[in-house]
Nanobody, 127 residues
């Protein structure tokens, strides 16, 4: 079992930036492919970004491409989501997800790709 903990959510104004973090309690994430998803009440959870276990491969939803950046630290203990140029449509609960990676290049875009989920962190962008 992997216990993921997200942090960094906040209330901020449109145009601002925020960095979310995701860490696993008591272990590194070096062998896991990681993803970020978001959800607003009444809507399905949607893919935001993903990164391979090596950190060499990334993927983004079209809606956040060129604004958000997913990364992982060299010690592979934390995964980040840097969010720039935020606007009201980015308001959501953001979830971190993990899966033991089947290959060095593996990236998951679907909820069903992932085995473990965090509890979420709220991001609210006021216009």
């Amino acid at each position: 079992q992997v216990h993921l903990i997200e942090s960094g959510g906040d209330l901020l104004q449109a145009g601002g930036s925020l960095r979310l973090s995701c860490a696993a309690s008591g272990r590194t994430l070096s062998s896991y492919g990681m993803g970020w998803f978001r959800q607003v009440p009444g809507k399905a959870r949607e893919f935001v970004a993903a990164i391979s276990k090596s950190g060499s491969y990334t993927d983004y939803a079209d809606s956040v491409k060129d604004r958000f950046t997913i990364s992982r630290d060299s010690a592979k203990t934390t995964v980040y989501l840097q969010m720039n140029s935020l606007n009201s449509v980015d308001t959501a609960t953001y979830y971190c997800a993990a899966r033991p990676s089947p290959s060095a290049r593996w990236i998951g875009r679907w909820e069903s790709d992932y085995w473990y989920w965090g509890q979420g962190t709220q991001v609210t962008v006021s216009s």
